[in-house]
């Protein structure tokens, strides 16, 4: 079996990039519009490039300040970039969907490093980073969509119970169908990763079904938050108007 997954030889990972250069290129013909995207996967080659120097440092470092530190930036950016759907009101929901984030993520994260796979170290980097970023991603998103169709359906004048109801089922389509999916559509990264490094398909299999319970855990609960929170915020909204 293979001890690791071999390295791509920068030639071939230009290769790679082709597809999207041709997606940039429609974009470009047909909508006159494709900066946005070609910005996109210029930013994605950087952000990638600089974090395995970032990542490779803090493995070597080994300090849980260091992956704390970390952590707290990803909450920190997630919360703002869950909000981009609802920008008139993105400052001002910034702590709830942080809250809503940290709730969600925080709390998975801490029951498969610590209960799960008992890490030793509890803070061990190569581990709780990468587990940290899937989990925060995915509670990130639930929390945008929720925001997003919560917003929309207050402006239709819906009720707080009507207007929570869409928003927290729209929130968890794109995990729900992942759920669906894996498996017979698609092979999640780190089964796939796994799978490439030479370990057993029913030993990456378990370590899929536990990642995929837990994405789902924390995108359903921060989503739940988040809505909570927001009845709070109504309910501040409607005092302050009959004062």
Not at 58 to 84: N, P, Q, Y
Not at 122 to 149: C, D, H, K, Q
Not at 212 to 231: N, P
Request: glycine letters at 6%.
């Amino acid at each position: 079996m293979l001890a690791a997954v071999p390295p791509i030889p920068l030639p071939q990972l230009v290769v790679a990039l082709l597809p999207a250069v041709v997606v940039v290129v429609f974009l470009f013909r047909w909508t006159n519009d494709g900066r946005r995207a070609a910005y996109a996967v210029l930013r994605m080659l950087v952000q990638l490039v600089l974090v395995g120097y970032v990542l490779s440092t803090i493995f070597e470092l080994h300090r849980a300040t260091l992956v704390l530190v970390v952590l707290a930036g990803m909450l920190a950016a997630a919360s703002w970039i869950a909000l981009g759907p609802v920008e008139g009101v993105r400052k001002a929901n910034y702590l709830r969907a942080l809250a809503a984030i940290a709730a969600g993520g925080v709390s998975t994260l801490l029951l498969v490093t610590q209960a799960v796979l008992d890490l030793d170290p509890w803070f061990a980097p190569r581990y709780v980073i990468p587990l940290a970023g899937m989990t925060f991603a995915n509670a990130m998103n639930s929390v945008s969509l929720a925001a997003e169709r919560f917003e929309a359906e207050r402006v239709k004048q819906a009720s707080y119970a009507e207007a929570r109801q869409i928003a927290f089922r729209a929130s968890l389509i794109p995990v729900i169908n992942s759920l669906f999916a894996v498996g017979l559509v698609s092979f999640p990264g780190m089964m796939t990763g796994q799978i490439l490094s030479g370990v057993s398909p029913l030993i990456a299999a378990r370590y899929q079904i536990m990642v995929m319970s837990m994405v789902f855990g924390a995108s359903g609960i921060a989503s739940a938050c988040y809505l909570r929170l927001a009845a709070e915020n109504d309910e501040r909204l409607e005092l302050a108007t009959k004062n």
